[in-house]
Structure formats: C-alpha cells, structure tokens
T-cell receptor, first 116, second 115 residues
Framework: DSGVTQTPKHLITATGQRVTLRCSPRSGDLSVYWYQQSLDQGLQFLIQYYNGEERAKGNILERFSAQQFPDLHSELNLSSLELGDSALYFC???????????????FGPGTRLLVL | AQSVTQPDIHITVSEGASLELRCNYSYGATPYLFWYVQSPGQGLQLLLKYFSGDTLVQGIKGFEAEFKRSQSSFNLRKPSVHWSDAAEYFCAVVPFSGGYNKLIFGAGTRLAVHP
C-alpha cells in the first residue's frame, strides 16, 4: 500500500459525459501528479500540482482539467468524453522539495474509466 | 529525442531462472532512474531507484538494478524468479532534479513465468 488513494476504482460512462476522479496523496506530500495509461499511448504524464498550484503540464487535453484543494487532495475532471478517453488514470504523490523523497513518486491504485 | 527504451515487449522465463530486463535512456545528463512493477489490475509499485552513488541498487522483492553510465542503461535483475513475479515492469526517469518533474516511462516489459 503506497498510501495514495484514488476513487472510484472503476467508472463506466457514456460519450459526451463528464466525470471527476479523486486522489488523496500520502500524508505530508505536497505534490500530486496525474498520469493516463492506455494501450496505444502507454503511461503519459498529464499534469502536476504542488501545494495547490499547477506546476507542470503534459499531454493533457483541453477537455481535461485538474485542481488541488487546501487539504491537498486533487481532482481530475474529464468532460465531453470520447471513446478514446477510456484508460487507466493514475495519481501519484511525492515528498516536499528539499526532502529525500522529492523525486520519488508513489502511485495510487488507479481509476479505470470506460467510455461507451 | 529524449526517451526511455525497453527493448523487450514480452519475456518468458521458467520459475527459478534468472531474469534481466533491459532499459536504456537518452538524456544529456544522468537522470534519476526508477523501476516500477504493475501486477494485473493493480497500480504501480516502486521496486527501486537510483539517484547517485553505488551503481548497484537493491530493491524490494529480491530485485536489483545496475546503472551503467557508459551504456546509458539501468537493467533490472533477479537471480531466481518466482511465479508471483509475473507482471509488467516499467523503467522510468526523471530527467532533471528539483521536485517538479514528471516521470518519463518506457513502454514496459511484460514478464510471464512458466512453472
């Protein structure tokens, strides 16, 4: 158990809909990362937040957005869903800058999204 | 282009045999290096990491990896594979230090273990 939690575990929805994925980082971690794992693209970085602020963006579609709340949990919002958005979405967290864990990311169990 | 390469998509070994999974990276400087394992239907579990120092690092579940700067490689090894090691293994790098950096993953190597 990494200490990172994600809900829900599975999500089935229809094209055009909007969903929200939730992540709680390890206790004390300020950085949260979102990744997408699909068969054709592999594991791709989407976005990173540090202590409530966006830090880095990767291959995240404009239909997707994220935020990190004061209690440090994060949500990934996916809207106008398409069949191709079906994937496993992972959240990861890492330790504070200046700590030995700042470069090590610990992953949650993922949310499997199926768009029908 | 900056990348992480895992040349073997699938590997099959017999239980008790030794294992080596290959990983090469192409970055100007030595990045931070990681191996993660993903069991079927599970998340990613950190096996081991290399930041600096001793080039042979020990991880969990009996795995080790060796960093070779001259070959830009970070190969994962296990002397005796168990059936429970069947999973997908991902090599990953953080190109630069600073705590604000994404992981770049290889495509993964799927390991099958024959009894």
């Amino acid at each position: 158990d990494s200490g990172v939690t994600q809900t829900p575990k599975h999500l089935i929805t229809a094209t055009g809909q909007r969903v929200t994925l939730r992540c709680s980082p390890r206790s004390g971690d300020l950085s949260v990362y979102w990744y997408q794992q699909s068969l054709d693209q592999g594991l791709q970085f989407l976005i990173q937040y540090y202590n409530g602020e966006e830090r880095a963006k990767g291959n995240i579609l404009e239909r997707f957005s994220a935020q990190q709340f004061p209690d440090l949990h994060s949500e990934l919002n996916l809207s106008s869903l398409e069949l191709g958005d079906s994937a496993l979405y992972f959240c990861a967290s890492s330790g504070d800058v200046g700590t030995t864990d700042q470069e090590t990311q610990y992953f949650g169990p993922g949310t499997r999204l199926l768009v029908l | 282009a900056q990348s992480v390469t895992q040349p073997d998509i699938h590997i099959t070994v017999s239980e008790g045999a030794s294992l080596e999974l290959r990983c090469n990276y192409s970055y100007g400087a030595t990045p931070y290096l990681f191996w993660y394992v993903q069991s079927p239907g599970q998340g990613l579990q950190l096996l081991l990491k290399y930041f600096s120092g001793d080039t042979l690092v020990q991880g969990i579940k009996g795995f080790e990896a060796e960093f070779k700067r001259s070959q830009s490689s970070f190969n994962l090894r296990k002397p005796s594979v168990h059936w429970s090691d069947a999973a997908e293994y991902f090599c990953a790098v953080v190109p630069f230090s600073g705590g604000y950096n994404k992981l770049i993953f290889g495509a993964g190597t799927r390991l099958a273990v024959h009894p």
